[in-house]
């Protein structure tokens, strides 16, 4: 039996018997354009047999494309409503028993789960986008590439470059684990209800090796959090605070890093801030 994907009139006939109504508090704007969901699934090159983790699946159009592939899927829903209800609609929808595993929780919450994935999918609401990716790059190792559906402002920091406008915390932190890319623009009218902010896909690769161990990423972390906390300040006051030293003991740091003492976080990129966090340690 072929997996059939949800059409718009079914999804909101499905939010109808459930008595959902969309909430902003979780960010529920469901897809319900086929070509969008398909583009997403084709973009994460997810194929037959892949482990995929799919975060917020709400009343399931994305999982459901995902699942058309042959792939198994490990969905996280916050939304108890809705993740009771995905199992069914998969059956529906021609799913295989065992191909589906619906976990009902907080996506920053999860600290395990029941296969291994290696791509990540996710259609994600704007306040957790970042901090879940980052808490499924770190927590999830086998994890190698993913799309995500995220704001348009969201989208571009992740992929930003030192020295850009947008780069910033968010951005030096999601090159630790990965390169990224803006992968498209998604129209507001793909979604139910239509939301008022622009959407965007934004696909990953983690590195083939890790740039370091987890000491030392918490430590450069820890920098980089001081270093775009006092943005506009130099880089040098906001470690002279971390370490708890001098503005001169810092620009020592930075000298043994290579980094200019006048430089501003903005212009860092990820692997400086590696540079400075083990040159403090020394
Ligand atoms: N994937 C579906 C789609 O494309 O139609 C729904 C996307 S909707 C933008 C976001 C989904 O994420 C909602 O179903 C919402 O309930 C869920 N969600 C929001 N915060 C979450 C969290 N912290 N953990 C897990 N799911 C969450």
New binding site residues.
């Given amino acids: 039996m072929t997996v059939t994907l949800l059409g718009a009139a079914e999804i909101r006939a499905l939010a109808a018997e459930l008595d959902v109504t969309p909430t902003k508090k979780?960010?529920?704007?469901?897809?319900v354009d086929a070509n969008t969901?398909r583009k997403i699934v084709h973009l994460a090159r997810v194929a037959d047999a892949d482990r995929v983790v799919?975060?917020?699946?709400?009343?399931?159009?994305?999982?459901l494309a995902i699942l058309e592939t042959g792939a198994t899927v490990t969905a996280?829903?916050?939304?108890r409503r809705?993740a009771q209800r995905l199992p069914q609609t998969a059956a529906d929808h021609g799913v295989r028993e065992g191909a589906l595993d619906v976990i009902p929780?907080?996506?920053?919450r999860v600290t395990e789960l029941p296969a291994q994935p290696e791509v990540l999918v996710?259609?994600?609401?704007y306040n957790?986008s970042v901090p879940?990716l980052l808490h499924f790059l770190e927590t999830f190792p086998h994890l190698q590439r993913g799309v995500v559906?995220v704001q348009a402002e969201v989208g571009e920091r992740l992929a930003a470059p030192p020295g850009s406008k947008t780069y910033g915390a968010p951005s030096a932190k999601a090159a630790w684990w990965g390169s990224w890319r803006l992968a498209g623009t998604v129209s507001r009218q793909v979604f139910w209800p239509v939301p008022n902010v622009d959407s965007v896909l934004v696909a990953f690769e983690r590195h083939e090796q890790p740039l370091a161990g987890e000491d030392e990423r918490r430590r450069t972390f820890a920098i980089v959090d001081a270093a775009f906390q006092q943005r506009r300040k130099m880089l040098r006051q906001a470690l002279a605070t971390l370490m708890g030293g001098s503005a001169a003991q810092a620009s020592a740091v930075l000298e043994a890093a290579g980094v200019a003492p006048t430089a501003r976080g903005e212009e860092l990129s990820i692997d400086q801030f590696l540079g400075i966090a083990r040159a403090a340690d020394r």
Avoid: K
């Fill in positions: 979780w960010g529920q704007n469901f897809v969901v799919e975060i917020g699946p709400g009343l399931g159009s994305l999982t996280v829903e916050i939304d809705l929780e907080d996506a920053l996710a259609n994600l609401p957790v879940v559906m």
